[in-house]
T-cell receptor, first 112, second 113 residues
Framework: NAGVTQTPKFQVLKTGQSMTLQCAQD?????MYWYRQDPGMGLRLIYY???????DKGEVPNGYNVSRLNKREFSLRLESAAPSQTSVYFC???????????FGPGTRLTVL | DQQVKQNSPSLSVQEGRISILNCDYT??????FLWYKKYPAEGPTFLIS?????DKNEDGRFTVFLNKSAKHLSLHIVPSQPGDSAVYFC????????????FGQGTILTVHP
Protein backbone atom coordinates (compact mmCIF):
# COMPACT_ATOMS: atom_id res chain seq x y z
CA ASN A 1 0.00 0.00 0.00
CA ALA A 2 1.35 3.42 -0.97
CA GLY A 3 -1.00 5.23 1.44
CA VAL A 4 -1.51 8.82 0.31
CA THR A 5 0.47 10.01 -2.70
CA GLN A 6 0.84 13.56 -3.99
CA THR A 7 2.20 14.99 -7.21
CA PRO A 8 4.22 17.00 -7.89
CA LYS A 9 6.68 17.19 -4.98
CA PHE A 10 7.91 20.65 -5.95
CA GLN A 11 6.55 23.38 -8.20
CA VAL A 12 7.50 26.96 -9.05
CA LEU A 13 4.85 29.15 -10.64
CA LYS A 14 4.69 32.72 -11.81
CA THR A 15 1.93 34.98 -10.53
CA GLY A 16 -1.23 34.37 -12.53
CA GLN A 17 -0.36 30.86 -13.68
CA SER A 18 -2.64 27.96 -12.89
CA MET A 19 -1.92 24.43 -11.75
CA THR A 20 -3.53 21.37 -10.23
CA LEU A 21 -2.14 19.41 -7.31
CA GLN A 22 -3.00 15.73 -7.45
CA CYS A 23 -3.72 13.44 -4.50
CA ALA A 24 -4.64 9.78 -4.40
CA GLN A 25 -5.17 7.26 -1.58
CA ASP A 26 -5.36 3.49 -1.73
CA UNK A 27 -6.82 2.85 1.73
CA UNK A 28 -10.48 2.96 0.62
CA UNK A 29 -11.04 5.99 2.85
CA UNK A 30 -14.23 7.99 2.57
CA UNK A 31 -12.93 11.41 3.56
CA MET A 32 -10.14 13.45 2.02
CA TYR A 33 -8.63 16.81 2.92
CA TRP A 34 -6.33 19.52 1.62
CA TYR A 35 -4.21 21.55 4.05
CA ARG A 36 -1.57 24.21 3.72
CA GLN A 37 1.29 24.64 6.16
CA ASP A 38 2.92 28.00 6.68
CA PRO A 39 5.62 28.88 9.25
CA GLY A 40 4.12 29.49 12.69
CA MET A 41 0.60 28.73 11.46
CA GLY A 42 0.30 24.99 11.82
CA LEU A 43 -1.83 23.21 9.23
CA ARG A 44 -4.90 25.02 7.96
CA LEU A 45 -7.73 23.26 6.16
CA ILE A 46 -8.42 24.51 2.64
CA TYR A 47 -11.15 22.12 1.46
CA TYR A 48 -12.39 18.73 2.42
CA UNK A 49 -14.55 15.97 0.98
CA UNK A 50 -16.54 13.97 3.53
CA UNK A 51 -17.42 11.36 0.93
CA UNK A 52 -17.28 10.79 -2.81
CA UNK A 53 -19.36 13.41 -4.58
CA UNK A 54 -19.24 16.01 -1.83
CA UNK A 55 -16.83 18.87 -1.14
CA ASP A 56 -16.90 21.71 1.34
CA LYS A 57 -14.85 24.74 2.31
CA GLY A 58 -12.42 24.71 5.15
CA GLU A 59 -10.74 27.57 6.95
CA VAL A 60 -8.83 29.14 4.01
CA PRO A 61 -10.63 28.28 0.72
CA ASN A 62 -10.16 31.56 -1.18
CA GLY A 63 -8.18 31.19 -4.40
CA TYR A 64 -8.64 27.41 -4.57
CA ASN A 65 -11.01 24.89 -6.10
CA VAL A 66 -11.23 21.14 -5.59
CA SER A 67 -12.55 18.09 -7.38
CA ARG A 68 -13.32 14.72 -5.82
CA LEU A 69 -12.79 12.75 -8.99
CA ASN A 70 -13.68 9.39 -7.44
CA LYS A 71 -13.23 7.73 -4.06
CA ARG A 72 -9.44 7.55 -4.50
CA GLU A 73 -8.59 10.96 -5.93
CA PHE A 74 -8.97 14.53 -4.68
CA SER A 75 -7.35 17.37 -6.61
CA LEU A 76 -6.66 20.98 -5.65
CA ARG A 77 -6.59 23.68 -8.31
CA LEU A 78 -5.09 27.15 -8.21
CA GLU A 79 -6.71 29.11 -11.04
CA SER A 80 -4.52 32.22 -10.79
CA ALA A 81 -1.61 31.73 -8.44
CA ALA A 82 -0.55 34.52 -6.08
CA PRO A 83 2.62 34.89 -3.98
CA SER A 84 0.44 34.47 -0.85
CA GLN A 85 -0.18 30.89 -1.97
CA THR A 86 3.49 30.00 -1.55
CA SER A 87 3.26 27.18 0.97
CA VAL A 88 3.58 23.47 1.55
CA TYR A 89 0.38 21.63 0.65
CA PHE A 90 -0.65 18.37 2.27
CA CYS A 91 -3.38 16.00 1.27
CA UNK A 92 -4.86 13.64 3.87
CA UNK A 93 -7.50 10.95 4.11
CA UNK A 94 -9.45 9.26 6.88
CA UNK A 95 -11.78 6.29 7.12
CA UNK A 96 -14.45 8.07 9.12
CA UNK A 97 -15.18 10.91 11.43
CA UNK A 98 -13.11 10.61 14.57
CA UNK A 99 -10.45 8.40 13.05
CA UNK A 100 -6.94 9.59 12.42
CA UNK A 101 -6.02 11.26 9.17
CA UNK A 102 -3.19 9.89 7.06
CA PHE A 103 -1.06 12.47 5.28
CA GLY A 104 0.80 12.51 2.00
CA PRO A 105 4.41 13.71 1.72
CA GLY A 106 3.44 17.22 0.62
CA THR A 107 3.93 19.54 -2.34
CA ARG A 108 6.21 22.52 -1.88
CA LEU A 109 4.84 25.36 -4.02
CA THR A 110 6.57 28.67 -4.70
CA VAL A 111 4.76 31.47 -6.50
CA LEU A 112 7.03 34.21 -7.80
CA ASP B 1 -9.33 33.07 16.32
CA GLN B 2 -6.91 30.30 17.20
CA GLN B 3 -9.05 27.51 18.66
CA VAL B 4 -6.07 25.23 19.31
CA LYS B 5 -2.86 26.72 20.66
CA GLN B 6 0.58 25.37 21.34
CA ASN B 7 2.23 28.19 23.23
CA SER B 8 5.74 26.78 23.24
CA PRO B 9 7.36 27.07 19.80
CA SER B 10 10.26 24.85 20.89
CA LEU B 11 11.40 22.47 23.61
CA SER B 12 14.85 21.06 24.27
CA VAL B 13 15.44 18.01 26.49
CA GLN B 14 18.21 15.56 27.27
CA GLU B 15 18.06 11.99 26.05
CA GLY B 16 16.43 9.73 28.62
CA ARG B 17 14.49 12.53 30.31
CA ILE B 18 10.78 13.30 29.98
CA SER B 19 9.44 15.58 27.25
CA ILE B 20 6.15 17.33 27.96
CA LEU B 21 4.37 19.10 25.13
CA ASN B 22 1.32 21.20 25.90
CA CYS B 23 -1.77 22.23 24.00
CA ASP B 24 -4.77 24.40 24.91
CA TYR B 25 -8.12 24.65 23.16
CA THR B 26 -11.08 26.99 23.41
CA UNK B 27 -13.93 25.14 21.66
CA UNK B 28 -15.84 23.04 24.19
CA UNK B 29 -17.45 21.11 21.31
CA UNK B 30 -14.20 19.32 20.49
CA UNK B 31 -14.58 15.69 21.53
CA UNK B 32 -11.43 14.02 20.26
CA PHE B 33 -7.82 15.06 20.19
CA LEU B 34 -4.78 13.80 18.34
CA TRP B 35 -1.04 14.30 18.31
CA TYR B 36 0.97 14.19 15.11
CA LYS B 37 4.71 14.10 14.60
CA LYS B 38 6.39 15.65 11.58
CA TYR B 39 9.91 15.26 10.28
CA PRO B 40 11.32 17.78 7.76
CA ALA B 41 10.20 17.22 4.14
CA GLU B 42 7.65 14.59 5.22
CA GLY B 43 3.95 14.61 5.94
CA PRO B 44 2.68 14.49 9.53
CA THR B 45 2.26 11.02 10.99
CA PHE B 46 -0.31 10.06 13.60
CA LEU B 47 1.08 9.42 17.06
CA ILE B 48 -1.69 9.02 19.61
CA SER B 49 -5.25 10.17 20.25
CA UNK B 50 -7.70 10.57 23.09
CA UNK B 51 -11.46 10.83 23.29
CA UNK B 52 -13.10 13.36 25.55
CA UNK B 53 -14.58 10.54 27.64
CA UNK B 54 -11.08 9.65 28.81
CA ASP B 55 -8.46 11.59 30.70
CA LYS B 56 -5.45 9.48 29.78
CA ASN B 57 -4.29 7.29 26.93
CA GLU B 58 -0.98 5.47 26.81
CA ASP B 59 0.94 3.85 23.96
CA GLY B 60 4.42 2.70 24.79
CA ARG B 61 6.60 5.71 25.58
CA PHE B 62 3.80 8.14 24.68
CA THR B 63 1.01 9.23 27.03
CA VAL B 64 -1.61 11.87 26.36
CA PHE B 65 -3.45 13.53 29.24
CA LEU B 66 -6.68 15.47 28.85
CA ASN B 67 -8.00 18.00 31.36
CA LYS B 68 -11.42 18.98 30.05
CA SER B 69 -12.17 21.53 32.73
CA ALA B 70 -8.97 23.39 31.87
CA LYS B 71 -9.34 22.70 28.13
CA HIS B 72 -5.77 21.46 28.15
CA LEU B 73 -3.97 18.40 26.87
CA SER B 74 -0.40 17.31 27.10
CA LEU B 75 1.83 14.71 25.48
CA HIS B 76 4.45 13.00 27.65
CA ILE B 77 7.35 11.13 26.06
CA VAL B 78 9.31 8.94 28.45
CA PRO B 79 12.16 8.30 27.97
CA SER B 80 12.96 10.79 25.22
CA GLN B 81 15.21 9.62 22.39
CA PRO B 82 17.13 11.60 19.75
CA GLY B 83 14.86 10.10 17.08
CA ASP B 84 11.93 11.87 18.74
CA SER B 85 13.33 15.20 17.54
CA ALA B 86 10.60 16.55 15.25
CA VAL B 87 7.73 19.03 15.13
CA TYR B 88 4.72 17.93 17.16
CA PHE B 89 1.23 19.14 16.33
CA CYS B 90 -1.85 18.73 18.46
CA UNK B 91 -5.20 18.63 16.69
CA UNK B 92 -8.82 18.63 17.79
CA UNK B 93 -12.07 17.59 16.18
CA UNK B 94 -15.72 17.05 16.94
CA UNK B 95 -19.02 18.79 17.32
CA UNK B 96 -20.40 20.03 14.04
CA UNK B 97 -17.01 19.99 12.33
CA UNK B 98 -17.55 16.48 10.92
CA UNK B 99 -14.13 14.91 10.67
CA UNK B 100 -12.36 18.21 10.21
CA UNK B 101 -9.37 18.78 12.44
CA UNK B 102 -8.11 22.06 13.83
CA PHE B 103 -4.35 22.07 14.35
CA GLY B 104 -2.10 23.96 16.71
CA GLN B 105 0.96 25.82 15.47
CA GLY B 106 3.37 23.05 16.39
CA THR B 107 6.22 22.64 18.88
CA ILE B 108 9.75 21.79 17.73
CA LEU B 109 11.18 19.12 20.04
CA THR B 110 14.94 18.63 20.13
CA VAL B 111 16.32 15.70 22.12
CA HIS B 112 20.05 15.98 22.78
CA PRO B 113 22.19 12.84 23.10
Amino acid sequence: NAGVTQTPKFQVLKTGQSMTLQCAQDMNHNSMYWYRQDPGMGLRLIYYSASEGTTDKGEVPNGYNVSRLNKREFSLRLESAAPSQTSVYFCASSASRGSEQFFGPGTRLTVL
Amino acid sequence: DQQVKQNSPSLSVQEGRISILNCDYTNSMFDYFLWYKKYPAEGPTFLISISSIKDKNEDGRFTVFLNKSAKHLSLHIVPSQPGDSAVYFCAAGGGTSYGKLTFGQGTILTVHP
